[in-house]
Nanobody, 124 residues
Framework: QVQLVESGGGLVQPGGSLRLSCRPS????????MAWFRQTPGKEREFVAA????????YYGDSARGRFTIARDNAKNTVYLQMNSLKPEDTAIYYC?????????????????WGQGTQVTVSS
């Protein structure tokens, strides 16, 4: 199974920025699509953004569109989630995910590899 190593979470004030990173331990057909989800206690895991290694076209959930940017660095084998204009409601555990996801990218069922999660807290 591919391991996903996440980093970059932390505490930030409202309006601030954070950048999350995710690096898979291997590149296989099960890591063709990389994504970020987030989850708060008592709620379902929510799709944030996704991107494929072979395409420059990103996908965004409603909560991320306009404020977050997903990008990949093929040379570094790393995917980033740049989060700007953060709000208290962005507070969550953010999970990196990887899967083949050849058709849809927004469901947790599209992904078979998951990171351990990184906490993002937006608070003054």
């Amino acid at each position: 199974q591919v391991q996903l190593v996440e980093s970059g979470g932390g505490l930030v004030q409202p309006g601030g920025s954070l950048r999350l990173s995710c690096r898979p331990s291997a590149r296989t057909s099960t890591t063709n699509t990389m994504a970020w989800f987030r989850q708060t206690p008592g709620k379902e895991r929510e799709f944030v953004a996704a991107i494929r290694w072979s395409s420059d076209s990103p996908y965004y959930g409603d909560s991320a569109r306009g404020r977050f940017t997903i990008a990949r660095d093929n040379a570094k084998n790393t995917v980033y989630l740049q989060m700007n204009s953060l709000k208290p409601e962005d507070t969550a555990i953010y999970y990196c995910a990887a899967g083949a996801a050849p058709y849809t990218v927004t469901s947790i069922n599209d992904y078979i590899n998951w990171g351990q999660g990184t906490q993002v807290t937006v608070s003054s």
